[in-house]
């Protein structure tokens, strides 16, 4: 059983097992537990519990309301929710520390926790508790875009998502037509949400301290979203559009397999040039050039 330590003056009903700000007890707790972070799952712990609370203020979430928290790891994020009276739903693919935050904050009212891959498992959270109100998370910088296209795809889409990214990728989201980071990912996020990027973290406030910087974003859900946001054949699309940034959209659409007639007529119709390059079009212009496009298997 872990012990239940909270940090001095630390006067809350809800247990902390350890001081999260402090990398050399997270450490030591972790390995009497008997194991250890894996550089697979790019498992990263923020130690300043300033931050943590900023990031959690972002969020905007009710007590009471469902909040899911992709990647918890040792649970200081997951600490913060519970506080804030937040029904928790945990998703963490490590073993070792979906063990950990089971043992420290399994017995509070409204925690779950879903062991696994996040892609794989969040289905399982709709059908015992339904769509969260919100989602948020500090990603693993080698999933971080399969997760968030999850959500979208998926249809989960809650109104308003925080996650702590890598500052690379966190540029890509937030990217605007015709700039080096604008791509295909962007167009993903950018249909369904606004995209804000809040603030960086920089590598001090990590424990182990990555070699990049982050930065926390907050994706609202749009007003207006496009209506074909989310829909795997638009994702699809889009890839084929960016495929090469230097061809133009009829050359990257005629190596996804369509014909120079198909393209030429959409275009028409959508009252773009196929002499563009995908990067010049906003997510609005490309869902326009998809819906005139015949579908493709």
């Known amino acids: 059983m872990l012990a239940s330590v909270s940090p001095p003056?630390?006067?809350s009903p809800i247990p902390s097992p350890v001081d999260y700000d402090s990398p050399k007890e997270l450490g030591a707790l972790?390995?009497?537990?008997?194991?250890?972070?894996?550089?697979?799952?790019?498992?990263?712990?923020?130690?300043?519990?300033?931050?943590?609370?900023?990031?959690?203020?972002?969020?905007?979430?009710?007590?009471?309301?469902r909040v899911w928290e992709v990647g918890p790891g040792a649970?200081?994020?997951?600490?913060?929710?519970?506080?804030?009276?937040c029904l928790l739903s945990t998703f963490e693919i490590d073993r070792g520390f979906a063990s950990f935050v089971r043992d420290a904050y399994g017995a509070v009212p409204g925690f779950e926790l879903y062991e696994g891959d996040?892609?794989?498992?969040?289905?399982?959270?709709?059908?015992?508790?339904?769509?969260?109100?919100r989602v948020f998370g500090n990603l693993p910088y080698n999933a971080a875009g399969a997760i968030i296209a999850a959500l979208i795809e998926g249809g989960v889409r809650p109104p308003?998502?925080?996650?702590?990214?890598?500052?690379?990728?966190?540029?890509?989201?937030?990217?605007?037509?015709?700039?080096k980071n604008y791509a295909a990912f962007t167009v993903l996020c950018q249909s369904a949400y606004t995209?804000?990027?809040?603030?960086?973290?920089?590598?001090?406030?990590?424990w182990p301290q990555p070699r990049v910087t982050s930065t926390v974003v907050v994706m609202r859900e749009r007003k207006d979203p496009i209506p074909c946001a989310g829909r795997k054949d638009f994702t699809n699309f889009?890839?084929?559009?960016?495929?090469?940034?230097?061809?133009?959209l009829r050359n990257n659409l005629k190596s996804a397999g369509w014909t120079d007639e198909q393209s030429a007529a959409a275009a028409q119709k959508a009252g773009l040039s196929m002499d563009s390059r995908a990067e010049a079009?906003?997510?609005?212009?490309?869902?326009?050039?998809?819906?005139?496009l015949p579908i493709r298997g």
């Open 118 to 133: 996040f892609v794989r498992t969040w289905p399982q959270a709709i059908a015992a508790s339904g769509k969260p109100a």
């Open 238 to 248: 889009t890839r084929a559009a960016f495929s090469s940034r230097r061809k133009t």
């Open 9 to 11: 003056g630390d006067q």
């Open 75 to 85: 649970g200081a994020m997951t600490r913060e929710a519970l506080l804030a009276a």
């Open 281 to 292: 079009l906003s997510p609005e212009e490309l869902a326009a050039l998809f819906d005139c």
């Open 160 to 179: 308003l998502m925080v996650f702590t990214v890598q500052k690379e990728a966190a540029q890509r989201m937030a990217a605007h037509p015709s700039t």
């Open 195 to 206: 995209v804000k990027l809040a603030f960086d973290l920089p590598p001090g406030v990590f």
């Open 30 to 65: 972790l390995e009497r537990l008997g194991f250890a972070m894996q550089k697979r799952f790019g498992q990263n712990f923020l130690v300043a519990g300033a931050q943590r609370r900023r990031i959690l203020s972002l969020l905007e979430a009710e007590a009471g309301s």
